[in-house]
C-alpha cells in the first residue's frame, strides 16, 4: 500500500523471537500488553472477543482446557450460544484475529489459535500490507494464557456484564444477524440479465480497480480464485470497469536459471492467473499485475552473489538493478510470466515504494558502489524500461503504466523523459493539493475524497509526461478512502463529479480506481461510467442521470440533495497524512475509550490506541475534533433527505437505497464518534495532568462532559451493532480483513460502563 512519508513508521523489525529452530518472529520493545480493566481476566478477554469466530473447542485448546469450560464463561458474560464457524471463512479473518489478540496470546498460542505455522505467520506480518508495522513494529510481551476457574469477585463481575448486555442488547440478539462474508455468497451469484458491459471507447481508459474482496498476500495460490467472485465480475464490468489489478511477488510467479531458489508453486500460481484472466475476459475485463520489484532479499541470499548486492534497508539488501544480470532477471520473468499466460492486460509499477527494491528505492543510492554516480532518475526510469521489455517480449500488446509515487518532485520530470514512449505515466490525482480545514492550511498526500483533484504535483508530472509523447493516468479513488474505508462506498457524488470534470479538462486517458480499497460495485463507480463518454456530460447533468437510474423520478431530486449534503460536510475533514493513518476513523466507535493513558502510539491504519496527539497531525485537538463534529453534523442532515429519497423510489430500487442509508448512517457514526473519542480523552489528559492544580468545581464539570460523552458512545456503538449486524460489508475492508465485529459494538458498551461506574476511582 502507499502512505505519505511522516516519520511515522519504520519498516525495520527490531527484534525477534526464535519460535522454531529456522524462524524467528519480530517483537520490537516488547512491552507489557494492555490491562483491559473493563473485562474480569484476560482470559474473560479472549473468550469473549474470539467468540464469534472461533470454535469453542479451539478455544479450549488454546487456554488447556475444556469447551465446556469455556461455554461457561461466555455465558456468564451474556454471550449468546456459539453458531457454527464456517471454514470457507477461516482463511479470511486471520488478520483480524491477529489484531484482536496482539495484546491477549504470546506467539506461540497465537500460532495455535490461528493454525498458522511459523513460517507462515512470519509471511503474512510481512507481505500482508505491512501488517507487522499496521500492529506498531511491536509484540506486546504477552505472558502464556492458561484456563482459571473464575473467582468469585470474576463471577460477580460477569454477572454485571451479563445485565448489561441484556439491558443494551438483549432484543438485538434475538433478530437473525448476517453473518460475516455474506456478502461473498451475493457476490458469486451472476444474474441471468445484466445490463451489458461497458464498451470502452469514451475518455478513460484503462479504467482498472482491486477487488473488493481479494486476499492480499498471495491470492493466485488459492485454487478457488475466490477473491475474484463470478457476480463480482460481472457487475464491476455493468458500471463500467474495465480492469481488476492483483497483487503479485514476481519471484514467486516465474523460475529463474540465474537465482534457482526463485519459482516455488510458480505452476499453481500462474495455472490461477490464466484461470483469472479467462473468466474476467468474458466480461470485458483485464487484468493487470502490480510490479513493485525486484524485492529487497536476506542477507544468505548474496552469499555467493556480492556482485548485485545492493545497499541495506530495513535489514535486507536491495538486488542492484545498476547490475545488468539483475535487470535480465527482472525482464526475462516477466517475459515469462506475459508468455505463459497469454491475455494479461498489463502491468504497474511501484519504484519508489515502502517496500525496498532497487538501491534509489528510499533515495539511499550513494551508498552503493554501482549507483552512487547514477541519479535517482536514471536507475527508477531504467526499472521501468526494464519491466517494459520484458511484459512486451511477453504481450506486445499489454499496457504497462509507471506510478511516479514516491518520486521526488526535482527529479521527476527527468525520470518521466526518460521512460520508454510505450509506458504510461500515472499520478495520484490529489497529491500536494493545498487545502484549509479549520482554520489550518496543509496539503494532500493522497487517499483523499474530501479534497477534490488534480493538484500541482499531477498536473507538473503529467504536463512533462505529454512533453515526453507518453500518455497519462490518474490514480483516484472513488468509493473510499482511509478517511474511512469501513463501509463500501461514501455516498460523496458531487465531490466525485467535480473530480472527473477536473480530469477531463487535464485530458487524462486513463484511470486507476483504487488501492485496496473501494472495489466494491456502486453508483460511486457508475457516476464514473457517466462521464466515460466521446462528448462526456456536465457535472450536474452526469449527476441527475445517475440519480434518475438509482432513485427514479421521484427520488432522484430528493438523492441530488442528499449527495450534496454529504459532499458539502465532508470537506470538512482535517485531512493530514498522519491523520488519515491513525486517528480512530476506521474502527469508529468499536475502538475502546481508556480510563488511564496506555503509552501505545497509534499505528498505521492498524490501532488507535489513545492517541489523540499522532490522530490530529497539524490540528489543534480541539479543531480536531470540531471538525468532525460539523461532518457529523451535517451527515445527519443528508441522512434525513436520503431516506425520503428511499421512500420515494420505485418499489425495484428500494434495497439499493436503503444500503445507500445504512452505509450513510454507518459513515456518519464513525464521524461523530472519532470527534466523541477526541474530546474525551483531551478531558481525560487533563484530569490525569493537571490533577494538582484544578479545582473541584473544575474537576466536577469535566467529569461531567466525560460522562455525557461516554452515554453517547454507548448510543452510538448500539446503534452501530444494529447496522453492521444487517450488513456484513460494514467494517470490511480487503487488506486489513473486519476491521471489528458486532461483538467489538457490544465491548465497547461494557468498556464505556465500566469507566462510568468507576470514574470516582480512576480520577479521585
Known sequence: MSFVKTGLFSLVFLVAISVSADVSLPVGSAPQPLELTHFPSRMHAFIWRNWPVVEAERLADVLQTDAASVQAVAESMGLPPQEPVDPYNRNRIYITLIRRNWHLLPYEQLLQLLLFTPEELAHSLQEDDFLYIKLGSLKPNCEPLLYTTPTPEQQQRCAEIKALVEAQFGDALQEPAEPRFHFLKDLNQVQPQTAKPHSGGGRFSPRYIYSYCALYGDPLLNDDLDSYPEGLL????????????????????????????????????????????????????????????????????????????????????????????????????????????????????????????????????????????????????????????????????????????????????????????????????????????????????????????????????????????????????????????????????????????????????????????????????????????????????????????????????????????????????????????????????????????????????????????????????????????????????????????????????????????????????????????????????????EKNALEQDQRSAIQDQMKEILRDEIRIARRLFSLTSEDSRIGFEASNQYYYLPVDLMEKTIDCQSILDRMDEFYP
Open 234 to 689: 460481472q457487475q464491476l464490468a455493468a458500471i463500467g470497469v474495465d480492469g481488476l489489478w492483483v497483487h503479485t511477488v514476481l519471484r514467486q510467479l516465474a523460475p529463474s536459471p540465474l537465482f534457482p531458489e526463485f519459482g516455488e508453486g510458480h505452476e499453481i500460481r500462474l495455472k490461477n492467473l490464466r484461470k483469472l484472466v479467462e473468466r474476467a475476459r468474458r466480461y470485458g475485463l483485464g487484468i493487470f499485475l502490480y510490479v513493485n520489484e525486484p524485492r529487497s532479499m536476506p542477507d544468505a541470499f548474496f552469499t555467493t552473489r556480492q556482485d548485485i548486492r545492493g545497499v541495506p534497508i530495513a535489514g535486507q539488501y536491495c538486488m542492484c538493478t545498476s547490475t545488468p544480470l539483475v535487470r535480465q532477471w527482472l525482464a526475462d520473468s516477466l517475459a515469462y510470466v506475459f508468455t505463459e499466460v497469454p491475455g494479461l492486460a498489463g502491468a504497474f509499477t511501484i519504484t519508489a515504494s515502502e517496500n525496498p527494491t532497487n538501491c534509489a528505492s528510499h533515495g539511499q543510492q550513494a551508498n552503493c558502489p554501482r549507483c552512487k554516480d547514477r541519479t535517482p532518475a536514471e536507475i527508477i526510469a531504467e526499472v521501468n524500461a526494464t519491466v517494459a521489455e520484458g511484459v512486451h517480449r511477453g504481450n506486445p500488446d499489454a499496457t504497462v503504466i509507471a506510478w511516479d509515487w514516491g518520486w521526488n518532485n526535482a527529479w521527476a520530470p527527468d525520470a518521466i523523459a526518460r521512460l520508454p514512449k510505450s509506458v504510461r505515466l500515472m499520478s495520484v490525482s490529489e497529491w500536494d493539493l493545498p487545502i484549509e480545514r479549520g482554520g489550518i492550511k496543509t496539503s494532500v498526500g493522497e487517499y483523499s475524497l474530501s479534497a477534490v483533484g488534480p493538484g500541482p504535483r499531477a498536473i507538473a508530472h503529467w504536463g512533462a509526461a505529454k512533453k515526453a509523447g507518453l500518455k497519462t493516468m490518474a490514480k483516484m479513488q472513488i468509493n473510499c478512502t482511509w478517511e474511512l474505508s469501513a463501509v463500501p462506498y461514501l455516498p460523496v457524488l458531487d465531490l466525485i463529479a467535480d473530480h472527473c470534470s477536473r480530469l477531463l479538462a487535464q485530458d487524462v486517458d486513463g484511470l486507476m480506481l483504487s488501492w485496496t480499497l473501494g472495489g466494491y460495485p456502486s453508483p460511486n463507480l457508475a457516476l464514473i461510467q457517466q462521464f466515460d463518454q466521446p462528448t462526456p456530460p456536465t457535472k450536474e447533468a452526469a449527476l441527475d442521470a445517475l440519480a434518475l437510474e438509482w432513485f427514479g423520478p421521484q427520488g432522484a431530486p430528493l438523492a441530488r440533495k442528499a449527495w450534496t449534503c454529504f459532499s458539502e460536510a465532508f470537506q470538512n475533514y482535517p485531512y493530514h497524512g498522519g491523520v488519515v493513518y491513525t486517528c480512530p476513523a476506521q474502527y469508529g466507535p468499536s475502538n475502546l475509550l481508556y480510563p488511564k493513558k496506555t503509552g501505545y502510539a497509534a499505528t498505521m491504519v492498524g490501532i488507535p490506541y489513545d492517541d489523540v496527539d499522532r490522530w490530529r497531525g497539524p490540528y489543534p485537538v480541539e479543531i480536531f475534533a470540531q471538525q468532525f463534529a460539523l461532518i457529523a453534523e451535517g451527515w445527519n442532515q443528508g441522512i434525513e433527505t436520503l431516506r425520503q429519497a428511499v421512500q420515494a423510489a420505485p418499489a425495484d430500487r428500494q434495497q439499493a437505497g436503503i444500503e445507500q442509508l445504512r452505509f450513510a448512517e454507518a459513515a456518519q457514526l464513525h464521524f461523530a464518534s472519532v470527534a466523541n473519542q477526541t474530546t474525551f480523552t483531551r478531558l481525560r489528559n487533563t484530569l490525569l495532568d
